[in-house]
């Protein structure tokens, strides 16, 4: 995993770990990343073409939406 990611990666289980992109942009650039699924897909393809094996990155994408439909995606890189 590339450094940078590796320092904001949190291990929450055995196998797991999470990085949240809201709080890392918040950290380093003092603002939150724009509130798009295709801008989140951007930044995991980039952390996809660094990492030794990109079958252990998963990107979870949680929206906020109306009434009954899945607020929450999953991508793996091969389909970013």
Known sequence: MPAAVKSRAV???PNTSVV???????????????????????I?????????DPTQLVLIV???RMF??????GYRC???
């Open 11 to 13: 291990h929450t289980s």
């Open 20 to 42: 949240n992109l809201q709080r890392w942009a918040i950290e380093d650039l003092n603002v939150s990343p724009y509130p798009e699924s295709r801008v989140y897909k951007a």
């Open 44 to 52: 995991a393809r980039q952390v996809c073409d660094n990492l030794g």
């Open 62 to 64: 949680r929206e906020q």
């Open 68 to 73: 009954f439909s899945q607020p929450e995606t």
């Open 78 to 80: 091969s389909e970013l």
